[in-house]
């Protein structure tokens, strides 16, 4: 719950100098919605992958040894099977990518 927070308040924050592309959900989104070309959108993507890459570094170097183990996997909880998870991971990613169309509208006023 807590990231959810974060990436909601990431989007707010940052969603009208980024366009809110903080998530590949979000720029296939945009992609199918014509805001951004293929070419734009393959490259976002790829910079996404590259700084999911960079940030699991930095907090794998951050982390003691002992203390890595499964450390920024997501994984179910307990009695939660796949399909449950399936439909949390889908409603929340729908969550975020309506979020991030309503931040970038540049037809709102009323910010």
Known sequence: ??????????????????????????TCAMLVARYVSVVRALLYIMAQCVGALAASAI???????DKQGSLGMTQLGEGVNSGQGFGVELLITFILVLT????????????
């Open 100 to 111: 991030v169309f309503g931040v970038c509208d540049e037809r709102r006023n009323d910010v």
């Open 59 to 65: 907090l794998k170097g951050l982390t003691p040894t």
């Open 1 to 26: 719950f807590a990231v959810g927070i974060i990436v909601f308040c990431m989007v707010q924050a940052l969603g009208h100098v980024s366009g809110g592309h903080i998530n590949p959900a979000v």
